[in-house]
C-alpha cells in the first residue's frame, strides 16, 4: 500500500509560479511511474504530467507543455510538479497517483494508476 500526500497549493496571479510537492510513503516508491491529475470545477479530471520510475521518461498534457515539469526524488519518497507562467485556466484541483507498472503506452490515462493523494487546490487569478 502507498499513501500520496500533495502539498504545495494555493493562490498566485496569472504569470505566477507555484512547485507541487507529492510524498509517497512506502518503499518501492521508486519503481512506481508517477502523475499529476488535475480536476477544474464541473470538469473531469485531465492528465497533466507523468514520470517513469527511473526519471528518465516523461510525458505532458499538450496544455502544459514547456510550462510545467515533473521530475523525481527517489531518495526523498517525492514527486514534484514545477508550474510556471500559470494561466487562470490551470486552476484545478491537482492529484498525483502512483502506477505499480513504472511506464507504460497508456501512462496518461486514469485507469493506469493504482494510489490517488487526496489533491491540493490550486487557484490562479487574473
Known amino acids: 500500500q502507498v499513501q500520496l500526500v500533495e502539498s504545495g497549493g494555493g493562490l498566485v496571479q496569472a504569470g505566477g509560479s507555484l512547485r507541487l510537492s507529492c510524498a509517497a510513503s512506502g518503499r518501492t516508491f521508486s519503481s512506481y511511474a508517477m502523475g499529476w491529475f488535475r480536476q477544474a470545477p464541473g470538469k473531469e479530471r485531465e492528465f497533466v504530467a507523468a514520470?517513469?520510475?527511473?526519471?528518465?521518461?516523461?510525458y505532458y498534457a499538450d496544455s502544459v507543455k514547456g510550462r510545467f515539469t515533473i521530475s523525481r526524488d527517489n531518495a526523498k519518497n517525492t514527486v514534484y510538479l514545477q508550474m510556471n507562467s500559470l494561466k487562470p485556466e490551470d486552476t484545478a484541483v491537482y492529484y498525483c497517483a502512483a502506477d505499480r507498472k513504472g511506464w507504460s503506452l497508456a501512462i496518461a490515462y486514469e485507469y493506469e494508476y493504482d494510489y490517488w493523494g487526496q489533491g491540493t487546490q490550486v487557484t490562479v487569478s487574473s
Open positions: 514520470i517513469s520510475w527511473t526519471g528518465g521518461s516523461t
